[in-house]
C-alpha cells in the first residue's frame, strides 16, 4: 500500500509548515504545528504477574531505549514485572517457535516483524489479540493506517504496532564540501546522484577504489526499494506479483550501471567485505559518501559521532545530512517495523497484554522514538515536542508521506521475491539480462503460488 | 554331546533352576543382567525417546505437510516426488559431494601429516600439541565470526599471500571460492584429528621399526609398511566421522550467508550463486520456510532429511564393506 494514498494529518500539517533551506533536506522547526492529543490505551494497574519479553535490541542506542520503555511501564503498571531478554534477530522467531511447538518456554510478548505477522498468525504461532483488543477498546485508528494493517489476519489484530522506519539517503556533507559539491543540495534525482558520485569517488593507483560515492546495494533496503522509486510495484493491481514489467528492469539496469562503475559485481561484493560493524560500517568510515538507511540510523550516528581522515590529511567528525531518496519516476520509500505479539500457548496473557498497551502507548513510543529515532506507530507521539525541535525529525515524518510499506501480504507465495534474488547474481555478473531474469521470475511466481 | 559336557550341564542345571530363553543362569547372572539393563537404561531410554521416537515420527511426517503446530495432512509420496525436480535439492547436493570429496582427504593427509611430525620427540613437542588442540576449545561462533575477517578479500590470509606476490582471492563472495574457503577454515579444527593420530601412533611398538630397521627399511618403506596399516583403524574412524560430519555441515555456513552477503543478496539462498547451500542449510531454510513456498514446511525438510539418512546409510555401509581390504586390528 502506498502511504502517500492515505490520508494522512500529519504528513499535510508538517509539509505546510516546513521551511527547506535546501532541496527539500535541511528543514526548518515548523511554528504551532497541531499536535493531536496524546493517546494512551486504558490500562488495568490491579492486573499482576510476570511478563518475559523478547526482543532483540541488543545495540547500546536500542537496549537503553527500550529499558526506558520498561521502565515507562513499571510506573504505569506497579503490579506487573518485565523482564527483557535479548535474542539474536532473525534467531528469535525460531526459538520462539520451537517453544510454541513445545507447548512450553515461549515468552508472554515477543516483538514479531510485521510484514511477515499474517504468516505467523496463519501458522498459528501468535494469539488472536482481536477479542481483547475488542475488550478494552484499543482503535486502530491510532496507528498508521498501513502499520496496523499489517497486523490483520482474516479480519483480526494480532500484533499491535511497535516503530516503523522510512529509509532515506544519508549523505556526508563533509565529503560534498571537500570534493566541491554543496552540502545543503543533496541529489534527489537517479541523474543528480550520478553527477554527484562522479566528484565524489576516489580511485587508489592500482584502481582500485579508496571511496565510493554510493551503490544502492549497499545500507538498509535493496533493489527493490530502488524499484519504488522507479514506479515499479509489483503488488500493486493484479491477484499474483507482477515483476515482470519495463520499470522493474529499468531499475536492475540502472543497479548495474553501479556495479559497472565500480569495477564490476565482484568487486563491489570485495569493497563490501571491507566494512564492519558500527561505528565501522560503510558510512562512518567514510568508505561510502551517501547510503540508504533508515530514519532510526540518525540516532547511531549521533551515539558514535565518526570521524574521517580527509584527503588533506587532517581528521574531522562527519557533519551528515539527510535527504530523500534520489527517484527517477517519483520520490518514493519503504516503511517496515514491527509489532508486539502474544505467543501461542504463554500464559501470562493479561500481564502481557498489560504491556503491550502501556508499550505501544503515546508515552512509551515517544520515548523510544527520543532514543532511537525510528518513526512512532502511534500517530500522536509523532508531534512529540523534544523531537519535533529537531529539523532531521520533521524531516523524516515528511518522508513518510512518500514512503510504500510494501503491498499486501501474498499468502500463496510469501517467499515470492526469492524468485527475483535466484537470479539477480546472474544479472549483476551479465550472465543473463534484467528482462530474461524478471520473466524467469515471473513463471516462477505463478508456477509456485498456483502448485 | 560327551559325557563330560552333559555332566556339566546337569550341573549347572541344578545350581540355578532358571531358564532363560533356553539357557540355564545361575542367580548371580540374572542379578548380573537385571544390572546391567539398569546400568544401561539411562542410554536406552535417552535413545528411545529423543532419537528413536523423533525419527520414526519424522519419517511418518515426511509423508505429510506439515507446520508444527498443526495435525500433519497425509499427502503420500508428494513431497519425494517434489524433492527429485526441486533446484536447490539437486545443489544442495552437488555442493555437499564437493566438500566431502574434497575436505575429508585433504584434512585427513594434513592430519596424519603433523601427527607424524609431532611423534618425533623433538623439544618443544608438547607446546606444539597444546597449540594445535587449542582451537578446538574456543566457541565455534566465534572462531566463525573470526574466519570471516581473516578470509576477507584484504584480511590477513590475503595479506599474507600478498607478501609472495600471490593475489589472494574473495573467499567467501566469489562462488569459485566459497567451499575451499571453507577447507582452509576447516584446518583451524584439525587439532582434534591430529590428537587422535597421534594417540595411535603412540601406540604402534618400537620393536616393529627396530626390526624394519634391521632389515634395512628407511623413511617412507617405514610408514607405508609399518606406520599406515598400523593407524588404519584410527583412520577408518577417522573417515567415517569426517564423511558424516561433513555432510552435516550447517553452523558455519548458516553464519557465513546470514552475515556475508548484505542487502545485496538473499541470506536463505546459499551466499553467492548458491554455493554455500550444503543440504542441511537447506533442510533447514525449508523447514523454517525462509525459502520455497511460505510457512513452516516441515513435512518437505523431514523428506530431505530422509534422503540424508539413506546416503549416508549407504556410503558408510560400503565404507564397512572396503574396511575389510585395508583395515588392520591386529599389531
Partial sequence: MRLRHLNLVVAAALTTAVIFSGAGVRAQTPEATPAPDPVEFQLNPDVSGEVEFWHFWASPVRNNAIKRVIAICKQKLPNINVTDVVKPFGDIWTANLAAVAAGSGMPDVIVEDRPKLPQRAADGITQNLQPLIDRDGVSGDAFWPFTWEQTLYEGNSYGIPFETDVRVLFYNRTLFTQAGLDPNDPPSTWEELEAAADALDKQNDDGTFARIAFHPLYGNGGYSVWGFTNGAFPLEGGELPNVNTAEYAETLDWVQTWNERYGGWQAVQDFRATFGALPNDAFMSGKVAMIMDVAGYSSQLNFYRPSITLDDGTSTRIDWGVALLPYSEAPSSYSGGFALSIPTGADGTEAGWEFIKCAAGHEAQSSWARDTYSIPTIISAVYDPLLMVDPNWVFFTQAMESSYSGGPFFAAYANWQEQIDQRIEAVWKGEITAEQALQEAQQGIEETANQ | ?331
Avoid at chain 2, 566421522?241 to 555456513?253: E, L, P, R, Y
Fill in chain 2, 1 to 331: 554331546m560327551s559325557v563330560a559336557a552333559e555332566r556339566q550341564a546337569k550341573t549347572a542345571k541344578a545350581r540355578s533352576g532358571i531358564t532363560i530363553a533356553g539357557r540355564n543362569m545361575s542367580g548371580n547372572a540374572v542379578r548380573e543382567g537385571i544390572l546391567g539393563w539398569l546400568f544401561a537404561s539411562p542410554w536406552i531410554i535417552g535413545f528411545i525417546v529423543f532419537t528413536l521416537i523423533p525419527m520414526v515420527f519424522s519419517f511418518y511426517t515426511s509423508f505429510t505437510q506439515y507446520n508444527l503446530l498443526t495435525a500433519p495432512k497425509w499427502v503420500g509420496f508428494e513431497n519425494y516426488e517434489t524433492i527429485f525436480q526441486d533446484r536447490y535439492f539437486w545443489l544442495s547436493l552437488q555442493n555437499t559431494f564437493w566438500l566431502v570429496f574434497f575436505k575429508v582427504p585433504i584434512v585427513m593427509i594434513t592430519a596424519i601429516s603433523i601427527a607424524l611430525l609431532l611423534n618425533y620427540d623433538l623439544p618443544g613437542e608438547r607446546l606444539f600439541r597444546t597449540i594445535i588442540y587449542l582451537p578446538n576449545v574456543l566457541a565455534g561462533a566465534a572462531a566463525i565470526f573470526l574466519w570471516q575477517w581473516i578470509l576477507a578479500p584484504n584480511g590477513l590470509f590475503n595479506n599474507f599471500l600478498g607478501i609472495f606476490g600471490i593475489r589472494g582471492p574473495s573467499w567467501f563472495t566469489d562462488a569459485d571460492w566459497t567451499k575451499p574457503g571453507l577447507i582452509v577454515m576447516g584446518m583451524w579444527w584439525i587439532g582434534g584429528n591430529i590428537i587422535i593420530y597421534l594417540a595411535a601412533l603412540k601406540g604402534i611398538p618400537t620393536t616393529l621399526y627396530e626390526a624394519a630397521a634391521i632389515d634395512g627399511a628407511v623413511g617412507w618403506s617405514k610408514i607405508r609398511y609399518i606406520t599406515l596399516p598400523l593407524l588404519s583403524p584410527a583412520i577408518f574412524f577417522q573417515v567415517i566421522t569426517s564423511i558424516i560430519g561433513t555432510f552435516q555441515i550447517f553452523a558455519t555456513v548458516y553464519i557465513i550467508t546470514n552475515t556475508a552477503g548484505g542487502s545485496g543478496t538473499n541470506p536463505a539462498l546459499g551466499g553467492p550463486e548458491g554455493s554455500l547451500m550444503f543440504y542441511v542449510l537447506y533442510i533447514y531454510n525449508r523447514a523454517f520456510g525462509r525459502i520455497g513456498q511460505g510457512g513452516l514446511q516441515m513435512g518437505y525438510a523431514s523428506a530431505l532429511a530422509w534422503i540424508l539418512f539413506a546416503i549416508i546409510l549407504v556410503i558408510t555401509m560400503i565404507q564397512l564393506y572396503l574396511s575389510k581390504r585395508w583395515v588392520h586390528y591386529d599389531s
